[in-house]
């Protein structure tokens, strides 16, 4: 259990109000010893325990403070609370997940958010990171239209990141959500994980946004009401690339994800830019093409 009480100090910080919580973290609002108020990230009791905790708080503290980008929180400090609780503080972010709206969403609402992640992603690569766990639960959306993405504790990093020897590259058996994972992110190295792998994370989000539910969570799944059974069918598509074929859209975005999705990193875009360049040219023609057929 990570809750901490109101009130609590540690690291310079007194904590106000938990904003969210998950199963590896609460986030809190707290007040900083300048008044200032930033969030909290602490990790759960549970979450605690396991070996590699420690260096992934380091690692995403480290990473945070070395890819500054609008659209990328910031993180400042990384720490303990007085009882021995992981914590790292980060720019306070308002707004909610990405996933709380992603079906509500008129699908021009969603790729704008999408663009806009891509633009974190496509950055974080030029600098020689790897997110590795992309989906809209890690993206905070703002009444403005800020959009941030968050969590980056999984991120590996490649020989372009200024401060390689810093990090830990290896995770094993953590290579990301299976719902959205690439077939190389089920790896127990991660001598295959590259920036392609990131491509396929984004191509499995736009395949959200346009079906209401994750590529490998495929409908033979729900025959089962065994959670165990449902977890094994998507291991088994994401290790045989499986994506599920029934779906509402078969236009040039589901072509676009799929081929982001492609089972060999080659065959799909070879970066983030250029994903990109494909959805922007589908919204100047692809788009008119397909209302004009209406």
């Known amino acids: 259990e990570a809750r901490l009480p109101i009130g609590t100090e540690g690291g310079g910080f007194v904590i106000e109000r938990e904003i969210a919580r998950g199963g590896m973290a609460v986030a809190y609002v707290a007040r900083g010893e300048d008044g200032s108020r930033v969030a909290v990230k602490v990790c759960?009791?549970?979450e605690a325990q396991r070996p590699t905790t420690p260096k992934r708080y380091e690692n995403e503290a480290r990473l945070g403070s070395a890819v500054e980008h609008p659209n990328i929180v910031p993180?400042?400090?990384l720490g303990r609370t007085s009882d021995g609780k992981l914590f790292y503080s980060m720019k306070q972010v308002n707004g909610i997940p990405w996933q709380n709206t992603i079906r509500e969403n008129s699908t021009e609402d969603n790729l704008e958010i999408f663009l806009k992640m891509c633009d974190a992603v496509a950055y974080a690569h030029s600098r020689g990171v790897i997110n590795r766990d992309l989906k809209p639960e890690n993206v905070i959306v703002g009444s403005y239209g800020?959009?941030?993405v968050l969590d980056w504790g999984l991120a590996i990093t490649t020989s372009a990141f200024a401060k390689k020897d810093s990090v830990i590259v290896d995770f094993r058996g953590s290579g990301g959500t299976p719902a959205y994972m690439a077939p190389e992110l089920l790896d127990e190295d991660v001598s295959?994980?590259?920036?392609?792998s990131d491509i396929y994370l984004l191509g499995a989000i736009l395949f959200e946004l346009l079906e209401?539910?994750?590529p490998h969570?495929?409908?033979k799944m729900w025959?089962?009401?065994?959670?165990?059974?449902?977890?094994n069918i998507v291991l088994w598509s994401v290790m045989h690339n499986e994506i599920e074929t029934q779906v509402q859209n078969e236009g040039e975005l589901m072509q676009i994800a799929r081929k982001a999705m492609s089972t060999q990193p080659e065959d799909r875009y070879a970066t983030v830019e250029e994903l990109q360049e494909a959805i922007?040219?589908?919204?100047i023609t692809g788009r008119a093409e397909e209302l004009m057929l209406k």
């Open 75 to 77: 993180i400042h400090d």
């Open 217 to 219: 969570c495929l409908l």
């Open 192 to 196: 295959r994980v590259g920036t392609h």
């Open 146 to 148: 800020e959009v941030i």
């Open 212 to 214: 209401g539910f994750q």
């Open 44 to 46: 759960t009791y549970k």
């Open 280 to 283: 922007r040219e589908y919204r």
């Open 223 to 231: 025959d089962s009401n065994d959670p165990e059974e449902q977890m």
